[in-house]
């Protein structure tokens, strides 16, 4: 026997469960317990969700939006849900190649669901074909919660049957054909819409056969326009290609004549360099000459400066000469009186020699005393310079004991103030050791925070990223809608354009009444009303059988009086356009039908001038026409009809089968002269279609710019959030810079403070000794 077994299930962001949780199972029972509230029949749910549940009182919530995690006080809440279940498929329960069977399940908050099998993207039908007659089915009996059997028994026996039915494996085959009688039904109503297109494509067919001709001599003329313009196109091409040739010529006279100029403008560059040279080493030249002038100006200055100065010495000398002439003329003058003046010099040296001597014997007799007074003060010098040596030594010991005391008393003050400072540095760093502590934990707070709110915002640009995807999608798929829409819009309208062209030609009418209808509304003929069959609304059930019983009588062309008539009774003759019946207004007669008790025979549908709809105007027209001729459901009630009332009417049936008065009938397919009546319904039903297209196409637009704005909105959105994130980046990039920086500055402050420690300790050891 075949088992499926359950191997795993992902949640992440359903209920309780904000983060990515993978709960493996193994091929025995695995049991789930817990503590009222600790979210074990959120398990099951998601189960039955992601097997595609949508009652949200079966998930136990008020809307669906219910099952995406909603956020705590400290952590966000999600964007999106998502289940995956994994079955296995070793024995190949599952239609698949694969032997694992992964069913996922997507939900936004926006309201958008996805469906995935193996990662494919499928529909909610898909889903629940897949689990159908494996037990696994919403309706199946897979997953019984508390309550459950008590509401299966009380159920209803139809919704029993469900559970019976997936239990026994059958589910698959009834919802199958099911699917396929709704099938037969749609292809049953397709097959009544081909057939009624066949007929009117039947009544097109004498109107496309003309339309046929006039395209055969279209693609003709085309043909032979086709090759005018080949032969012009190729006389055109031959012009081009001779001037291409001349052009291509004058372009080569041209680089020639460029590449001669070149040439001789490279020409002239070259001598215009050559003579550049040359006025430089003019320009040398003269700089040297201008150096040789100024050197020459320089020693003709200097000589003439030295001239100048031999001129001064030479004035100077003869000055001086002049004036050591007039001195040796006054000395000449003054040398008598010089003379006396040395003899009494003389005289008086002569009396100073003398008393030189006496003072010299004097000083002798002073010397020798002096000598006897210096022998007895030598001893007391001796005494007095040996006090002078010992009081110097004291004096010595004395400054060096102070000096000593100083530099003692310098250094305990200069330990204490170091002590002191000491303190205090060390106080500064523990304060700032716990300063950068207290920075350093706030800054790995903010940190773990940044990171935090980077991972959830990441979560929650996760799930923008789907959300925009899905948009896109969405946008795409309106897109879509929008233009086949708007395809199907121009083919109603290419279609009603042709048959509003046929309704103004008067297509499917007779060459006659093309002609009589032209003239008049040309305004040539008076009184003109127009064909019978442009004069009335016929029903589309009724449009066969009313074709048939007016036969050609619909081309009949209806004028206000016999004069109008015989007008274009005679115009026709004319213009030699063929035959037409003209109905006036003032002579036609209406009908008379006595056979009343028709009406309440079975399969009556009604008299065929009760049946169309028509100017009032026009009743003896539709009287005289249709007055006598009974609408019958079908060929039996006809002939019952027929039979009863002795053949005296026309019996003409819904599909187009008559009987006529005196017992004939006529029948089978429907005339290709039909149509006329049908092409001014079908004119009527594709405007209606056309107005309810372009009510779907403006929706459809509408739809696909709302989706534009929604993917425009959620790219807007990625684009903030990737903004926010890149922002959380480097807020994360500068805290871990600042936290860097922080432990760094702590590593110094603590090793600062370790060294003020041990420097202190280390005074403190010095001012211990030198208080001993």
Known sequence: MQTLYLKALEIQGFKSFPDKTVLSFGEDMTA?????????????????????????????????EDVIFGGTAVRRQQGFAEVSLVLDNTDHIFPMEESEVMVTRRYYRSGESEYYINRRSVRLKDVNELFMDTGLGREGYSIIGQGRIDEILSVKSADRR???????????????????????????????????KIDELELQVEPLRAQSEKARKFLVLRDELRGLEISLWLEQLEKIRAGAIKTLSD?????????????????????????????????????????????????????????????????NNLENRDRIRRELEQQEGRADSIGAQIAERKERLEALVGELDTLAAE???????????????????????????????????????????SALAAAAQELLDRDEAVHQELSAGEERVRQLQEGRDAAQKELAQAREDRDSLQNVLNGYGLRLESR????????????????????????????????????????????????????????????????????????????????????????????????????????????????????????????????????????????????????????NLLGRTVVAEDMDAAIAMARKYGHRFKIVTLDGQVLNPGGSMTGGSVSRSAGILSRANELERLNRQRAGVEEQRAAAAQAMEEARREATAAAYEVETAQAQQRQHEDAILKLEERLAHFDAQLTDASRRRDEQRRELEQIQARSAQTEA
């Open 32 to 64: 789930i317990v817990g503590p009222n509230g600790s979210g074990k029949s959120n398990i099951s749910d998601a189960v039955r969700w992601v097997m595609g549940e949508q009652s949200t009182k079966a998930l136990r919530g008020g809307k669906m």
């Open 162 to 196: 469900e559970v019976f039915e997936e239990a026994a494996g059958i589910s698959r085959f009834r919802h199958r054909k099911e699917e396929a009688e709704r099938k037969l039904e749609r292809t049953q109503e397709n097959l009544v819409r081909i057939t009624d």
């Open 251 to 315: 372009y080569e006279n041209a680089v020639r004549q460029k590449e001669e100029a070149q040439g001789a403008v490279e020409a002239l560059y070259a001598a215009a360099e050559e003579h550049a040279a040359q006025m430089r080493d003019k320009d040398v030249e003269a700089e040297g000459v201008r150096f040789q002038m100024m050197q020459r100006e320089a020693d003709a200055n200097g000589l003439e400066n030295a001239v100048a100065v031999l001129r001064a010495n030479i004035q």
């Open 363 to 405: 000083l002798s007799a002073k010397q020798g005393e002096a000598e006897e007074a210096v022998r007895s003060a030598g001893t007391l010098a001796g005494e007095l310079e040996e006090l002078r040596r010992k009081e110097a030594v004291e004096n010595a010991s004395a400054s060096e004991a102070r000096v000593l005391l």
């Open 472 to 623: 896109r999608k969405k946008a795409k798929e309106a897109e879509e809608r929008h233009v086949k829409l708007q395809m199907e819009e121009n083919a109603l309208h290419s279609r009603i354009h042709m048959l509003s062209e046929m309704e103004k030609l008067y297509e499917g009418y007779s060459k006659a009444v093309k002609l009589v209808m032209g003239e008049a509304r040309r305004g040539q003929l008076k009184g003109v009303h127009g064909p019978v069959a442009g004069l009335l609304h016929v029903p589309d059930h009724c449009t066969v059988a009313i074709e048939t019983a007016l036969g050609g009588a619909m081309q009949h062309i209806v004028v206000e009086r016999e004069e109008d008539g015989k007008a274009a009774i005679q115009y026709l003759k004319r213009r030699d356009g063929g035959r037409s019946t003209f109905l006036p207004l003032s002579t036609i007669r209406p009908s008379d039908f006595r056979d009343q008790g028709v009406r309440r025979e079975a399969g009556f549908v009604g008299l065929g001038d009760e049946l169309v709809q028509f100017d009032p105007r026009y009743q003896r027209i539709f009287s």
